[in-house]
């Protein structure tokens, strides 16, 4: 079985950053894709930023310039710093992973607890 554990989180000024990880716990050989998506009540959850399967990485226009994420795949972790936050980001974000369990099964399709991330003044 797989577990994403996410901490970072919580509220800040327009303008501030804050910075979220993802941990993927469980008998893991590989992880194909991770990354990060948001929610906001009433809305469609959106792709924020993520690792795609070969490395890639794909960001929402919205956050281009802004949000950066990285990963320690000796971890299994990945990162999400966000600067110059705004209001409009304020949102539910949650971590998501694809990959290989060493028993040779794949996994997809997992989510992590969610954090909320506040911003304003």
């Known amino acids: 079985q797989v577990q994403l554990v996410q901490s970072g989180g919580g509220l800040v000024q327009p303008g501030g950053s804050l910075r979220l990880s993802c941990v993927a716990v469980?008998?893991?050989?590989?992880?194909?894709?991770m990354g990060w998506y948001r929610q906001v009540p009433g809305k469609q959850r959106e792709l924020v930023a993520v690792?795609?399967?070969?490395?890639?990485?794909k960001y929402a226009e919205s956050v281009k310039g802004r949000f950066a994420i990285s990963r320690d795949n000796a971890k299994n972790t990945v990162y999400l710093q966000m600067n110059n936050l705004k209001p409009e980001d304020t949102a539910f974000y949650l971590c998501?992973?694809?990959?290989?369990?060493?028993?040779?099964?794949?996994?997809?399709?997992?989510w992590g607890q969610g954090t909320q991330v506040t911003v304003s003044s």
């Open positions: 998501t992973a694809e990959g290989e369990l060493v028993s040779g099964d794949t996994f997809h399709d997992f």
């Open positions: 469980g008998s893991i050989s590989s992880i194909y894709s």
């Open positions: 690792f795609l399967k070969g490395g890639s990485t």
